[in-house]
């Protein structure tokens, strides 16, 4: 995992991996609806038709164990109480000139890719040294998903296929350049291109139909 900004792409202000991989992971989803219950129901009919209110924020949550017992030589290097702070400092340490804590984005492989911030970390020490120093814990990690506005705007009318722009990629085309053309602001190209779930920004294959959505 690792800082971000605010259309997911590494700062280089910190980073953390974990040396004991996850044993699973959480990723939910969710949808609100309404409906009209000051409507009169036609005779016949139970139910009121429920409507799409809005997507729900995404989560994510996870456990990771931090050893330093030697059982992960990686991870003996470095102790516990030092891991535990290392990933504070990523997750949780309040940005001063943002007013917030950081964005991150955790990594899984190269399938599983989630841009958010933590909104609660337990740290459960679970083995201690003569000392008193710790020798393993457990960390309990959730997290809510997190959009620029202008991501958050392309998203809203995603499903709305008749506002939603086609245009065919041409030899020569850039994103930001089609991103212009379409909006009058080229900083939408790393939303579209998210939108549209492109690989790489910098080279656009001729023939290829991106989607462009109206912004509200």
């Known amino acids: 995992m690792s800082c971000c900004d605010h259309n997911g792409q590494p700062t280089g202000e910190g980073q953390f991996q974990a040396m004991i991989n996850p044993a699973s992971l959480n990723h939910q989803l969710g949808i609100s609806y309404n409906s009209d219950n000051s409507t009169s129901l036609p005779i016949g ?5 429920s409507k799409l209110s809005q997507y729900q924020q995404e989560k994510l949550s996870f456990e990771l164990i931090l050893d330093g017992t030697g059982v992960v030589p990686q991870a003996a290097a470095v102790d516990v109480s030092q891991q535990v702070q290392q ?22 492989g190269q399938s599983f890719s989630f841009v958010g911030r933590l909104s609660s970390m337990t740290v459960d020490y679970t083995l201690f040294k003569p000392g008193g120093d710790p020798l393993r814990a457990k960390i309990k990690l959730n997290f809510g998903s997190y959009m620029s506005n202008k991501q958050e705007a392309l998203k809203a009318d ?13 030899a020569g085309d850039t994103l930001p350049l089609l991103c212009y053309r379409q909006y009058r602001d080229s900083s939408y190209y790393l939303a579209v291109a998210e939108f549209n779930q492109l690989n790489s920004v910098s ?6 139909m991106l989607y462009f959505p109206p912004l509200r």
Do not use: C, F, M
């Open 45 to 49: 009919k139970s139910a009121v038709e």
């Open 87 to 108: 990933l504070k400092n990523v997750v949780y340490h309040y940005v001063g000139e943002k007013h917030e804590p950081s964005i991150v984005k955790l990594q899984w």
């Open 203 to 208: 080279v656009l294959t001729p023939g290829t």
């Open 158 to 170: 995603r499903q709305s296929p008749d506002l939603t722009h086609q245009i065919l990629v041409k």
